[in-house]
Nanobody, 129 residues
């Protein structure tokens, strides 16, 4: 069964850090395009960043560069999102997504939700001021 399961969401104070995990099953995540999205309260879901496991190539939302970092542990078939210097506006539900297509190989397409066909259930991140 193809599945993504996120974990690691929590409530933290501004300036803190969190690491989210996305465990993949039923497919080899390093051969897929993997991505993180988030939905803030009252807003549409947006792309956080993506990674292609074979090359380690990654894209990030411009506003998050320098604070967020994606990594992948191929042995554990798990994708991570390290979030530092968290701000209240980072509050939201964070989703992991995957696709066997080349969606994450191009800056123009990595953040398009329609390009991903496997989604996790999401994990809540709350940042208080």
């Amino acid at each position: 069964q193809v599945q993504l399961v996120e974990s690691g969401g929590d409530s933290v104070q501004a300036g803190g850090s969190l690491r989210l995990s996305c465990a993949a099953s039923g497919f080899i995540s390093s051969t897929y395009c993997m991505a993180w999205f988030r939905r803030a309260p009252g807003k549409e879901r947006e792309g956080v960043g993506s990674m292609y496991g074979r090359t380690g190539g990654a894209f990030y939302a411009d506003s998050l560069k320098g604070r967020f970092a994606i990594s992948q542990d191929n042995a554990k078939n798990t994708l991570y999102l390290q979030m530092n210097s968290l701000k209240p506006e980072d509050t939201g539900v964070y989703y992991c997504a995957a696709t066997p297509s080349a969606a994450c190989l191009f800056r123009e397409s990595w953040s398009r939700e329609a390009g991903y066909n496997i989604w996790g259930q999401g994990t809540q991140v709350t940042v208080s001021s």
